[in-house]
């Protein structure tokens, strides 16, 4: 193409947590890119992070890391409430962004990021590593072929225990509890499967179930998305888990359902076959990086930024999936079915909509 990029990419990350060494992880591993710089407020974590990825630049400023010419690509590992102002800050840079879920905490944000993303002519990739985690692409792949029939619902289930991160807990960093934190990915993960069509309703019911939970966030939830033709998803998280996390997918088709177990293997059943010579498939684990996506997901992104082609997952996805968070929380809230679109006014992050009643 005559925009691609052949030259090493230089990386950027904000942040210096889990996510962010994941993240290294990856880039690391990648050809034609750099990790070049990293920043974070917090220096003793900072310092650890890089000694152990071998990053030579360090900034206790984020402003630094971005206004830096030999780095391309700024990846947004940092607190949610943060995300806006580093997304657009880096698009008027001129740098290309991977910013992590959530995109941001209101729409209002949410447009502001991708206008300004257009007008910069910025890649703005949405993280949704579900979207690229083998057993997954496998499942939709599947669904893909026919072998089940038509599609009627899908089911995800994402549970485990209390995130250690300390922003996780805090509801002006976080913006919301579990629904935002891991329900994000079920809600992506079923609209992909969908074809990305466009959602009619939410229903959902937040709880707190864990006992030292004074938060304020939900520790636990439960939504419900109605698509067109009577198609529905059913997604689950939850911080409250005693016992072994999950992450699995049902796909239920009129001929066959599949289940993908992200921490176990995939199976297909179905009455017809897909014309692969099968009725039944089972994979075995992979290594946890590769098996939950992130790799695939990093590769392709800058295989995006490269060949200035949009991402499978951009920022209008990541508004879509707030939007849809937006209206659980209303509706956790009501007790009332919530249709969309939706686009509360005046909210400054989505668990507002629940605490409000």
């Known amino acids: ?39 974070d407020i917090d220096q003793d974590r900072l310092r650890h992070f890089a000694n152990h ?20 690509v700024v990846n947004i590992a940092a607190p949610n409430y943060l995300h806006a102002e580093m997304t657009m800050a880096s698009a008027q840079a001129g740098k290309h962004i991977i910013c992590e879920k959530p995109l941001c905490l209101n729409l209002e944000e949410a447009d502001l990021v991708i206008d300004t993303c257009h007008r910069q002519d910025i890649k703005l990739c949405y993280t949704e590593r579900l979207c690229f985690a083998p057993k997954f692409v496998r499942a939709k792949e599947l669904a893909d072929a026919g072998g089940v029939g038509e599609i009627y619902s899908i089911r995800y289930s994402k549970k485990g225990g209390e995130p250690t991160a ?16 891991i329900g994000c990915h079920g809600i ?8 990305k069509q466009p959602v009619k309703s939410v229903y959902a019911q937040l709880n707190t ?7 304020g966030l939900e520790d636990d939830a439960i939504v419900i998305m109605e698509f067109g ?16 996390s999950q992450s699995r997918a049902e796909i239920f088709g009129t001929e066959g359902v599949i289940y993908a177990d992200l921490l176990g293997g995939l199976q297909c059943f179905t009455e017809k076959g897909t014309g692969r010579g099968s009725e039944e498939w089972l994979f075995s684990s992979y290594k946890s990086i590769w098996e939950q996506g992130y790799p695939q997901e990093i590769a392709h992104f800058i295989e995006c930024i490269r060949k200035d ?8 996805d990541g508004r879509a999936v707030l939007e849809i968070m937006l209206a659980a929380y209303r509706s956790a809230a009501t007790g009332q079915k919530v249709t969309l679109p939706f686009r509360p006014k005046e909210i400054t992050r989505p668990v507002d909509l629940w605490c409000q009643t």
């Open 53 to 72: 990825y071998g990053v030579a630049d360090c900034h206790l400023d984020w402003h630094e890391l971005i206004s830096r010419d030999d780095i391309s």
């Open 209 to 215: 179930h864990l006992p030292d939970n004074n938060s």
């Open 309 to 316: 082609v949009e991402p499978r997952e951009c920022g209008e």
């Open 1 to 39: 193409m005559e925009n691609e990029v052949k030259d090493t990419l230089g990386i950027g990350l904000i942040g210096a947590g889990w996510v962010a060494s994941v993240r290294a992880e990856c880039f690391q591993r990648l050809p034609g890119v750099e990790l070049r710089g990293v920043a």
């Open 229 to 244: 033709h009577g198609r529905t998803a059913l997604i689950e998280s939850s911080f409250a888990l005693r016992g072994p």
């Open 188 to 195: 992506e993960f079923c609209r992909w499967v969908m074809e």
């Open 166 to 181: 300390i922003s996780a807990w805090n509801k002006e960093q976080a913006g919301g509890g579990a629904l935002v934190d």
